[in-house]
């Protein structure tokens, strides 16, 4: 049986017996002579048609108190299958994140492994201050690429930029004017660059090309009347970090430590970046 059809009938039967319920007893007294002398009394039955009426009442209000039964009990039936829903929901989000937690302490657990587990790092000390001794020029170049090469800077700007700085001093302060005199030609270079991006946003310039000359270009995406050429007036006093390495040598390697070297039999060879030590004959030997 459906709901709705159980409901109306259980309405039905408390109908039926409320009717039968409220069914009353009448007493009609007897008189004699304007005198009660007795009573009697029956049972007040509804008639047919009250019967019939009530009975279609009855069954109205019952079916409407069926359907609406009916209607808490889906109510009901729909909401608890939306709770369940919802706490499968809140479950599974909670597993989810109780796995991403879980990943994320496994990769710490793996992560205080592997630092407790890796060799301590070695801090790397830069090389002294180069204060223009010809003798150590060499000496100092090979500390410095040493220095470059552990500390992993690779980019020819920054290693002139840092080398640079680390020259001071020297006999008449030899050293020190050197390294200001080429630091103001990078600045004089840089203001000058820093005009041509402006003048010319997106074009390629390059160290090495500032030095010589800048290539026109024709029309193109982003400079659709093209590019001239372009001479810098400040050029940049190097364009890689051999060429400073060099430079710097010939500058500051004089006549007498060449003699000096010839003299001792020990010279060091000219090539970037190798540096290598070369036996060469003394004097004497010649």
Known sequence: ?????????????????????????????????????????????????????????????????????????EQLRTQNEQFQRQLQEQQQTFERQLAAERRIQERRDRETDRLRNRPPELKVEPPEHYEGKPAEIDAWIR??????????????????????????????????????????EIAQFDEERERFMITYPGRPCTNALAKTVIPAEPAGDGHHDGWPEYVFAHKPPFATWGEFCEEARQYFLTTETRDHQENTGVRFGPLWPLWKEVKVPKRSER
């Open 1 to 73: 049986m459906a709901l709705p059809a159980a409901f109306t009938a259980i309405a039905l039967a408390g109908f039926t017996y409320l009717m039968r319920r409220n069914r009353v007893q009448l007493v009609e007294p007897v008189f004699e002579g304007g005198t009660v002398v007795g009573a009697t009394a029956h049972t007040a039955i509804p008639m047919v048609a009250e019967l019939t009426d009530e009975h279609e009442q009855a069954t109205v209000a019952a079916a409407a108190i069926g359907a609406n039964i009916a209607t808490v009990v």
């Open 143 to 184: 500390r410095m690429n040493y220095y470059f090469t552990q500390v992993r800077l690779t980019d020819n700007i920054d290693r002139v930029t840092y080398a640079i700085q680390r020259i001071r001093k020297g006999k008449g302060n030899r050293a020190t004017n050197w390294a200001n005199g080429k630091i103001g």
